[in-house]
Every structure is written in structure tokens, then in C-alpha cells.
């Protein structure tokens, strides 16, 4: 099975920048995408940002693309989520996802790291 841990969340200001990192692990981890999600109580999870993990195309969440980056490092199964302009709604529990394959859904979900954004 595949493992992610989460890792960089914390508490901010408003207008500051966070760097989220997901570790990947596992004998045969083999990503098609993966995504961070993020969750607030009360609410369903949202996604954020997904990336291909081959070719680095990318999607967000509008209220995210220009503000956050996704990026990859595929020789060590690393998943980072790069956030500027922090705002006090980004506040949530951010999770990273795989999808492992083309026909699936996110298979393995890490643990969640808390982002909270104060004014």
C-alpha cells in the first residue's frame, strides 16, 4: 500500500506564505496525479491543486491558482503545495491525495496538517 504524511502547516498571518510538503512511501508507489485537498468543519472536502505526476500539468481550485503553487519531486515521491497570500478562509485541514490510476479515484489519503490564517 501507499503511505503519505503531510508536513508545513501551521499558524500565520494573514498575507504570509506557507510551504505544505506530502511524503510518499511504499514498495511500489506508482502515481498517476496527485492532489491537495483541504477540509473545514462543517464542510466537504474541497480540492485545491492536482498535478500529473508524469508530465507536471496542473488544475486549481480558483480561488487558489495564482496564490498557490503544486509542484512535484518524482524521484523522491515528494508532493508540495507553495501558498502566498495567505487569507483567513485558506484556514482548514490540508490533506494529499494519489490517484494511482487513470480510471480511479484518490486511492491513499495522508493524515492532514492544520493551516490556520489569522487576520
Known amino acids: 500500500q501507499v503511505q503519505l504524511s503531510e508536513s508545513g502547516g501551521g499558524s500565520v498571518q494573514a498575507g504570509d506564505s506557507l510551504r505544505l510538503s506530502c511524503a510518499g512511501s511504499?514498495?511500489?508507489?506508482?502515481?498517476?496525479?496527485m492532489a491537495w485537498f483541504r477540509q473545514v468543519p462543517g464542510r466537504e472536502r474541497e480540492l485545491v491543486a492536482a498535478?500529473?505526476?508524469?508530465?507536471?500539468?496542473?488544475v486549481y481550485a480558483s480561488y487558489a491558482e495564482g496564490r498557490f503553487t503544486i509542484s512535484r519531486d518524482s524521484a523522491k515521491n515528494l508532493l508540495y503545495l507553495q501558498m502566498t497570500g495567505l487569507k483567513p478562509r485558506d484556514t482548514a485541514v490540508y490533506y494529499c491525495?494519489?490517484?494511482?490510476?487513470?480510471?480511479?479515484?484518490?486511492?491513499?489519503w495522508g493524515q492532514g496538517t492544520q493551516v490556520t490564517v489569522s487576520s
Open positions: 491525495a494519489i490517484q494511482t490510476g487513470l480510471k480511479t479515484d484518490y486511492d491513499y
Open positions: 511504499g514498495p511500489t508507489f506508482s502515481a498517476y496525479s
Open positions: 498535478i500529473d505526476w508524469d508530465r507536471g500539468t496542473t
